[in-house]
């Protein structure tokens, strides 16, 4: 069970939510999902619940400490579907998500195998009445009585006691159909049978195809649900689970492999040092403390290239080192690493449902009744009417699929109305098939995520591959996300002499004020004053406006460091000739920070920061995709313009000289720009600063930048730190999105078609209908191909 407090933005407090984790079995169609949701919420203190089909996991929200998460669990057990709380631990749940799947898997294949078994049986003697028999024995109606009765005992029991169960509880299933079609063509032969005055025909192979049928796509497809939801299980288990302590850490006495102990790595505690072998995995995120090496961070970032790390570097659990040994220093363990966060933001995104699937959802709870309701009108038509207005279509031969007319066949004999009506029905029931409407969506972003993760793309839910879908603007911020926030110092123009009675420079003073921040301007500026060894005299009293500027105190003095609209409005005065080299600079692309003490200007300082190498590709891209890109920033016009022509933008979509503070509200004036219909907008940003804009736009898109602001805010974070992974998360949702579109339709074009051909549409036409065991090979084939189209987008995704 994992408890995640939430936050609620809303000026009058609410109570504070966790969302509680459920671990769901026996769900076996969209109609089960139903029911497990309609329980769930039901339940007193559940404000909202999501199941997903495919990773059979249940989340639901309620008020902290209103529910206890074993009593809904056994609510679901008492139910029908086995639930239980998630475990503390993820790699114990990814052990016991992998031994309940070889258990299923191997039940599965048992019963496919006795059912096959019987297949064959039946189809020998089905086939040898047509073509002359090889063996006497397999044409005797009693034998095939006995292989259906068999059938339905061993293979097909489970599914119909579980079909039972679901109608028992009000809530039909899949399961409810196939049983009630089997069992109906079951009885209607045992009462040919044993009644042959009535002249009505035996057709037990009807029940074994069916129930043949129905294993093999059920094992076809769990096996395709396995292959979906590989990379979550790769992601889990990237997890270290063993981590050498170093009991008393001193390093001027340590040596590598000798002074350390094993433990469990969810036992290290913060501040605890960690020996690292190469080839050991990093137990938990940590700074070097000794040694150098080359860590392989592809988990995280997509980026295959080993990464150098040395004293100061920080290193993530799940990495690999590589080449040489190390000491690191814990600073997150257990389930606030990195890596547990990407755990648990992937497995959230796979219950999050894209509002497309709302209708599929809608659908699937009324599925059952609707397809009993259809199949009870397709008897009472045929039965009362339709063979009564077509006599011919009681002929035994027009009710195959594949005509029996060679000259070994034998004369057709008629149905009575009751049997070819019962047929019908029969056919209508087991054609039918909630489980791709089920699997529709949640298949598809059980690929499209995990796909996601493996390139270090994190895109939390199929609401969010939705509204990717639709965009049409995207906002870049400028310092840190277009340009690689390392910014240099390249004037210092001094104005006005200095009040200090110490002989500090602009710079040093600079340096000073800056030292309580951690804006990239400020670390050009303390890299300038080191690389002259110069030393920095110390401030005090810290005060920061961000995007504007900061203050501090040295010396006694007030001295402020910051943009010009930010002096003035302290009351200095920059007279025309200043603020025409303000101008000069700007227009050049340089950013220029104004320094001031006790009311007086002192001084200018300029500093450029320079575009990321994918940024010009990047923006061609997404323009090339048909989207409109602005550039958004909080520097002068002319700097932003400068950047922006680089860029090859035009002025209008340059807007600058907005501080963080207002960038959410040009993000909403963007979304509403055209009035009758409303943007879709994007905004690209380095997850510090820019969380409210990311939080306004309808995607929030954050490179990851060491922050977990980034993780909380955008609905898309980017863990390599590249500017063209915005392209490709893109590029993903679509595809992943157009997974889900084909998905749904072709679920619904199924049934759509499939139960009108059951239901014998061209059967007085064309003399073509749909028998029981086909409709059943069919529906097996609907769940089959809608996994596999999900699986097919992985070699899609190589090419994006």
């Known amino acids: 069970m994992r408890l995640v407090p939430k936050t609620n933005l809303d000026i009058e407090p609410a109570p504070a939510l966790e969302t509680i984790i459920l671990d769901v079995g026996g769900m076996k169609c969209a109609g089960c999902v139903s029911a497990v949701e309609r329980q769930l919420t039901q339940y007193p203190g559940v404000k909202s619940a999501c199941v997903n089909l495919a990773t059979e996991v249940a989340v639901v929200e309620s008020e902290?400490?209103?529910?206890?998460?074993?009593?809904?669990?056994?609510?679901?057990?008492?139910?029908?579907?086995?639930?239980?709380?998630?475990?503390a631990s993820e790699q114990i749940t990814l052990d016991d998500s992998a031994q309940r799947q070889q258990k299923e898997m191997r039940a599965a294949f048992r019963q496919l195998a006795i059912a096959g078994i019987l297949l064959v049986f039946s189809g020998i003697g089905h086939f040898s009445s047509l073509g002359g028999s090889i063996l006497p024995a397999l044409d005797n109606i009693w034998f095939h009585c006995g292989l259906a009765t068999i059938a339905i005992l061993f293979p097909g029991r489970p599914i119909i006691v579980d079909g039972w169960l679901g109608w028992r509880r009000n809530s039909p299933n899949m399961n409810t159909l196939v049983g009630l079609g089997t069992l109906t063509a079951y009885t209607a032969s045992l009462i040919a049978l044993l009644f042959p005055q009535m002249g009505w025909e035996c057709f037990f192979d009807e029940p074994v195809m069916m129930l043949g049928f129905i294993l093999l796509g059920r094992?076809?497809?769990?096996?395709?649900?396995?292959?979906a939801a590989a990379a979550f299980r790769q992601l889990l288990a990237l997890q270290p689970q063993i981590a050498r302590l170093i009991p008393n850490p001193d390093p001027t006495k340590l040596e590598f492999g000798t002074n350390s102990i094993e433990i469990p790595a969810e036992q290290v505690r913060v501040g605890e040092w960690l020996q690292v072998l190469p080839g050991d995995k990093i137990a938990v995120d940590g700074e070097v403390r000794l040694g150098q090496t080359t860590v392989d961070e592809s988990m995280l970032t997509g980026e295959s290239v080993p990464v150098s790390k040395q004293p100061g570097d920080t290193v993530t659990a799940g990495t690999i080192n590589q080449s040489g040994a190390i000491a690191i220093q814990a600073t997150r363990t257990g389930k606030d690493t990195t890596l547990a966060q990407i755990v648990a933001l992937v497995e959230t995104a796979q219950t999050r449902k894209a509002p497309v699937q709302k209708l599929a959802d809608t659908v699937a709870g009324y599925f059952t009744y609707g397809v009993l309701t259809a199949s009870v009108l397709t008897f009472v038509f045929w039965y009362f009417f339709g063979t009564h207005i077509w006599p011919d279509v009681t002929m035994s031969n027009s009710m195959e699929m594949i005509s029996h007319t060679t000259h070994h066949s034998p004369l057709p004999t008629p149905h009575s109305p009751l049997l070819t009506s019962?047929?019908?029905?029969?056919?209508?029931?087991?054609?039918?098939c909630p489980c791709a409407l089920g699997l529709a969506t949640p298949t598809a972003i059980l690929v499209g995520t995990g796909i996601g993760a493996e390139k270090g793309l994190l895109i939390k839910g199929g609401d969010v591959l939705e509204k990717v879908h639709q965009l049409d603007t995207v906002v870049f911020d400028k310092t840190g996300t277009l340009t690689t926030g390392n910014p240099t110092v390249t004037d210092c123009l001094e104005v006005a002499h200095s009040p200090f009675s110490t002989s500090y420079s602009l710079i040093q003073l600079a340096a000073a004020v800056e030292s309580g921040t951690h804006h990239p301007l400020a670390k050009a500026i303390q890299q300038a004053v080191q690389r002259q060894q110069l030393p920095v005299p110390n401030a005090i009293d810290f005060h920061t406006e961000p995007g504007l500027g900061v203050s501090a105190i040295v010396e006694q003095m007030t001295v402020l460091l910051g943009n010009q609209d930010w002096l003035s409005w302290h009351g200095v005065v920059v007279n025309d000739t200043i603020q025409q080299e303000i101008q000069k600079l700007a227009t050049a692309g340089k950013t220029v920070v104004c320094i001031a003490a006790n009311g007086s200007l002192l001084g200018l300082i300029a500093v450029q920061d320079t575009l990321r190498p994918d940024a010009q590709t990047t923006i061609d891209k997404l323009r090339q995709r048909g989207l409109r890109v602005i550039l958004l920033s909080g520097d002068r016009p002319e700097a932003a313009t400068a950047i922006g022509k680089q860029l090859g933008l035009n002025s209008a979509d340059v807007i600058a000289g907005v501080p963080p503070s207002k960038k959410a509200e040009v993000i909403k004036s963007l979304q509403a720009e055209n009035s009758s219909q409303s943007k879709i907008v994007a905004m690209v940003g380095d997850g510090i600063?820019?969380?409210?804009?990311?939080?306004?736009?309808?995607?929030?898109?954050?490179?990851?930048s060491g922050t977990d602001v980034a993780m909380e805010t955008a609905e898309i974070v980017l863990m390599g730190d590249r500017l063209s992974d915005v392209v490709e998360s893109i590029g993903l949702s679509h595809a992943t999105f157009n997974k889900i579109r084909q998905n749904l339709f072709w679920a619904f074009a199924y049934n759509t078609l499939g139960i009108p051909l059951a239901a014998g549409v061209f059967l007085p036409s064309l003399g073509f209908v749909l028998s029981p065991s086909n409709a059943a090979a069919l529906m097996a084939f609907s769940s089959v191909s809608v996994v596999t189209n999900s699986i097919l987008l992985r070699k899609l995704a190589h090419r994006l």
């Open 422 to 432: 019962l047929k019908l029905a029969i056919a209508v029931m087991v054609v039918a």
């Open 64 to 87: 902290v400490g209103a529910i206890d998460p074993d009593a809904l669990a056994k609510r679901l057990t008492t139910a029908g579907f086995p639930t239980q709380t998630r475990k």
């Open 689 to 704: 600063n820019d969380a409210p804009a990311l939080s306004q736009a309808d995607v929030g898109i954050a490179l990851h």
């Open 219 to 227: 094992t076809l497809e769990r096996q395709a649900r396995g292959k």
